[in-house]
């Protein structure tokens, strides 16, 4: 179905179709941050001896995302008398905006995805990038100290750790030969590439973790040293949207691990009958749980040991997985 | 050529890593320090103003309030050196039931430590696992003395309140329970790549530094130098009690939370021994006077509080209320290396640092 829209004439039809599917993923994707936020809370409570939200919304607190968030929307909307105006109120829609924009090359099913583009890796990290000019611009607009030191270890922070990760993926693409997540998917049928490519994997993860900015690499926000780093001055709908752009990276990211490294859709050996949407559920969700138990369990790292880390040790590994894959493929000649 | 300037950057009142009202100025060039002033005095009650014109036992509340993580030793070393001055005998009994509470309120203010540092660095489950230990402590202490903070459980003479009956027992299983704890801590936190990073070799100090600058507890035994009073001047009875005095040689952050760790450690061996030497009967409460009245003269005790030493000075007129009262709170002492510190280091060192004097506000602005 997909591909057969994707290679029409551009219609209004077209356009119809497309609208009104990027509007369901819309609401998928606001669906899963509003429970997100809640398996998170809970995932914490359980693992912090607490019990997390569960009064708003019968026993399991399922209406408590809800309720912050209309309460942040309610909320009084204050700048800075001395913020830069302009660059204030524009900051979270760039920083936010990336955010949804990378979703459409994510292959959810063989079937469902929204561009089936030939560079969709690429693409993915190309845009996410944009974010970080968002999250600057927010530190630098507020015009507080704080946030200024949060945005400028953000910038730093995601220039950084975007090299390891673009590099460890580049093994993959040696051996798919090709930047399009779907070709990328269909290239694991004799294996996921978390077998293939563990080192690959490892460094992937790390360098995601850090340019999804949580712990242990939080330090745009770094709460008990910059209070809460670049969006300090931020409250209501506006701060809402940088914490909406985070979780939507969240799901991207983990959507983008499904995919790269633990096959996407496809099934284990002798499980083809569960539809492939499950198995892409079921990955998806074992990677954020990953996520919400590295935040339950690390302290953060610092500043200046973070920039060692990306540039000392992860770049070179990922390098040398770069040679190591290329010589393997040579040899073995598998794929 | 690039043109920086220097940043003055507001640390504090308000911030969520001072532990309290403590304020740093400080000049940032980037994320290094160049230069740091400590502001105190946001929490300062006049303590030993108040207590000029209020009878002895009526002091023992505003002591309650100053090291409020850890009361029990205030409390005590006003009573002691009241106590001191009268040369009143203490009944055994209560000797143990200070002592006791004296080393639940240590191991609990460790507890605290513990989780607010780790919170600090970042960690946020710690905080919750010490604070679960730390409950049952302060439980166990409400039940003997009516209070979770603020006891005012010591008296001139003795303590307040006996044991309430199974109490003994309850410090009793605490005791294994809490060793068990102590592993899983050194399994979640200690081994932890990151977390020794951030801490090893940050905010390092010499035996030097660390006398000149009159550093006590904890801040003085990470660099290698074995003083704890209530090894080299049993007061109370701790002489009775087989325990070691910790100490480490790094003189770092990460010395300083290992002395506080294995401290736990020790504590958890002298409470052992307390609530097996602890007598089954006996009065709680001495032969004193109805009105206390320390004769004229002057007094000076120290003991070893869980941040340091904690004295005590009483210069009385032989009236009901002292002439002069002044605490020597382990805080205020350990706090002023600070500055000297922090210069060269960057903003998260500085938390890292910070935290690892363990201040409690109550007690450096008295």
Redesign the interface.
């Known amino acids: 179905m997909m591909e057969g829209l994707l290679a029409a004439e551009a219609s209004w039809l077209n356009f119809g179709i497309f609208f009104l599917l990027a509007v369901v993923l819309l609401f998928v994707v606001l669906g899963f941050v509003t429970y997100a936020i809640l398996a998170e809370r809970k995932v914490?409570g359980f693992?912090?001896?607490?019990y997390g939200p569960n009064q708003v919304g019968g026993r399991f607190g399922l209406l408590q995302t809800v309720a912050d968030v209309l309460k942040l929307l309610i909320k009084e909307d204050t700048i800075p008398k001395l913020a830069d105006r302009p660059l204030f109120i524009l900051a979270p829609v760039i920083a936010f905006t990336p955010a949804f924009m990378v979703l459409a090359v994510i292959p959810f099913t063989d079937k469902f995805y929204f561009a089936d583009i030939g560079v969709g890796l690429l693409y993915y990290i190309a845009i996410s990038g944009l974010t970080t000019i968002g999250i600057v611009t927010g530190g630098w607009a507020s015009n507080n100290?704080?946030a200024l030191?949060g945005g400028m270890r953000a910038a730093a922070q995601m220039i950084s750790y975007e090299i390891p990760l673009v590099m460890s993926v580049i093994g993959i693409i040696l051996l798919t030969g090709s930047l399009n997540l779907n070709d990328i998917v269909e290239a694991q049928k004799n294996g996921w590439f978390i077998i293939w490519q563990p080192i690959a994997f490892i460094v992937f993860l790390i360098a995601a973790v850090a340019e999804l900015n949580r712990?242990?690499f939080?330090?745009p926000e770094?709460?008990?040293?910059?209070?809460a780093g670049f969006h300090v001055e931020y409250s209501g709908f506006r701060w809402a949207f940088f914490m909406l752009a985070e979780y939507v990276y969240m799901f991207a990211m983990a959507s983008l691990i499904t995919v790269i490294f633990l096959g996407g859709w496809l099934p284990l050996p002798f499980l083809g009958f569960i539809p492939g949407a499950v198995w892409f559920a079921l990955k998806f969700t074992v990677v954020i749980f990953i996520l919400i138990w590295f935040?339950?369990?690390?302290?953060?790292?610092?500043?200046?040991?973070l920039m060692e880390f990306g540039w000392k040790v992860l770049l070179p590994v990922a390098l040398a997985n770069i040679f190591l894959t290329a010589i393997l493929k040579e040899l073995l000649n598998i794929f | 050529m690039i043109r920086t300037e220097e940043?003055l950057?507001n640390v504090g009142p308000q911030?969520?890593?001072t532990h309290g009202v403590f304020r740093l100025v400080l000049k940032i060039d980037g994320?290094i320090i160049t230069e740091a002033r400590p502001v105190i005095g946001y929490l300062h009650r006049g303590t030993e103003k108040l207590a000029e014109d209020l009878q002895y036992t009526q002091i023992i509340p505003y002591t309650d309030r100053m090291d409020y993580l850890a009361a029990m030793t205030n409390n005590y070393v006003l009573c002691h050196a009241v106590e001191t001055m009268m040369d009143l005998e203490i009944p055994e009994r209560a000797e143990y039931l200070r002592i006791i509470t004296m080393e639940l309120g240590r191991i609990a203010s460790h507890l605290v430590w513990w989780g607010t540092y780790?919170?600090?660095?970042?960690?946020?489950?710690p905080f919750?696992?010490a604070f679960?230990e730390r409950e049952m402590i302060i439980n166990m202490l409400n039940e003997i003395s009516g209070g979770r903070l603020t006891f005012n459980y010591m008296r001139v003479g003795g303590v307040k309140w006996d044991a309430p009956e199974g109490w003994i027992e309850k410090v009793r299983e605490f005791i294994p329970y809490m060793r068990e704890q102590l592993k899983g801590y050194d399994q979640?936190?200690t081994g932890?790549e990151?977390?020794m990073?951030?801490v090893k070799g940050v905010g390092t100090y010499t035996k030097e530094d660390a006398l000149n600058y009159s550093l006590s507890g904890a801040n003085l035994r990470c660099t290698g130098i074995k003083w704890d009073l209530r090894k080299e001047e049993p007061y109370s009875i701790y002489d009775r009690f087989d325990f070691d005095v910790c100490i480490r040689d790094g003189g770092d952050a990460w010395a300083r939370y290992h002395v506080r760790l294995s401290e736990i450690g020790e504590s958890l061996k002298i409470l052992e021994q307390a609530v097996e030497q602890f007598p089954s009967e006996g009065a709680v409460l001495g032969k004193v006077p109805k009105v206390i009245k320390p004769p004229k003269g002057e007094a000076f005790v120290r003991i070893e509080s869980p941040r340091g030493e904690i004295g005590c000075y009483i210069a009385s007129e032989g009236k009901k209320e002292p002439y002069r009262l002044k605490f020597r709170r382990p805080s205020f002492y350990n706090l002023q290396i600070l500055p000297k510190l922090l210069v060269g280091q960057?903003?998260?060192?500085?938390?890292a640092i910070l935290g690892a004097i363990d201040i409690v506000l109550g007690e450096v602005d008295g």
Request: aromatic share 6%.
């Open positions: 914490m693992m912090q001896l607490r100290k704080y030191m712990v242990p939080d330090l770094a709460e008990s040293e910059l209070v935040r339950v369990t690390f302290p953060r790292i610092r500043a200046d040991q | 940043m950057l911030h969520p890593s994320e780790l919170l600090d660095l970042g960690a946020t489950s919750l696992y679960r979640l936190v932890n990151i977390f990073n951030r960057n903003m998260a060192n500085l938390i």
